[in-house]
Structures are given as structure tokens and as C-alpha cells.
Nanobody, 124 residues
Framework: VQLQASGGGLVQAGGSLRLSCVAS????????VGWFRQAPGKEREFVAA???????FYADSVKGRFTISRDNAKNTAYLQMNSLKPEDTAVYYC???????????????????WGQGTLVTVSS
């Protein structure tokens, strides 16, 4: 699976962005897709994930503000980010895996495939 993330940019606090992750190469619909982010000087952290059946998982820091979704017909997953805060500034990475269990969905080591990052900058 090859993943291509896009949609990052500069936005003011309180604004919105939608990230996209386009997959190619394999059967996308059976994969769990996740988003992680890495802020300057910090470790990469889990943001959200969506399983093949549509069930979703969110980090507490983004719950209620971010929404992950997928369109299997387009081989694309999305991360809608609303009410953005300066602390959301980071490089956002999409990732996917074919055989991930729920208890492991929060950990980057659980994912086999990674796209390049897309930078999100939130100004105060």
C-alpha cells in the first residue's frame, strides 16, 4: 500500500482543515487507517483511526473536534479538523495496516504502511 497525505496548511486558531490520505496498491477497504502527528521537539502521537467496519478511535486531545472518515470507493481517508488550536501544530501522517487489533490501534509500531507527512500550522 502506498499512502499520499495532503491538505495541510496555515490556519488561524478556531479554524478548520481537512486532511486527505489517498491509498493505492491494495484493497483499501479492509485496512485500518490511522492519523498520527509529530510536533516540533516531540514524539509522534496517535490522533485518530478508523477500522474497516467504520468504527473510530480518537485521542482525548482531539475528541469532539476532529472526525476521521473514509470513502472506500475513492480509496481515501479523511481527517476533518475543527476548532483548531496552536497546540495542534504538527506534521500529520497517515498510516494503514491490514491486520491490526483494537488494543494496538493507538501505537505507531502497529502500522506497516506510512505516507509522507503534511504540515499543519495553527496560528494564535
Amino acid at each position: 500500500v502506498q499512502l499520499q497525505a495532503s491538505g495541510g496548511g496555515l490556519v488561524q486558531a478556531g479554524g478548520s482543515l481537512r486532511l486527505s490520505c489517498v491509498a493505492s496498491g491494495r484493497t483499501f477497504r479492509s485496512y485500518t487507517v490511522g492519523w498520527f502527528r509529530q510536533a516540533p521537539g516531540k514524539e509522534r502521537e496517535f490522533v485518530a483511526a478508523i477500522r474497516w467496519n467504520g468504527s473510530t478511535f480518537y485521542a482525548d486531545s482531539v475528541k469532539g473536534r476532529f472526525t476521521i472518515s473514509r470513502d472506500n470507493a475513492k480509496n481515501t481517508a479523511y481527517l476533518q479538523m475543527n476548532s483548531l488550536k496552536p497546540e495542534d501544530t504538527a506534521v500529520y501522517y497517515c498510516t494503514a495496516d491490514a491486520s491490526i487489533i483494537i488494543s494496538s490501534i493507538w501505537y505507531e509500531a502497529s502500522y506497516d504502511y506510512w505516507g509522507q507527512g503534511t504540515l499543519v500550522t495553527v496560528s494564535s
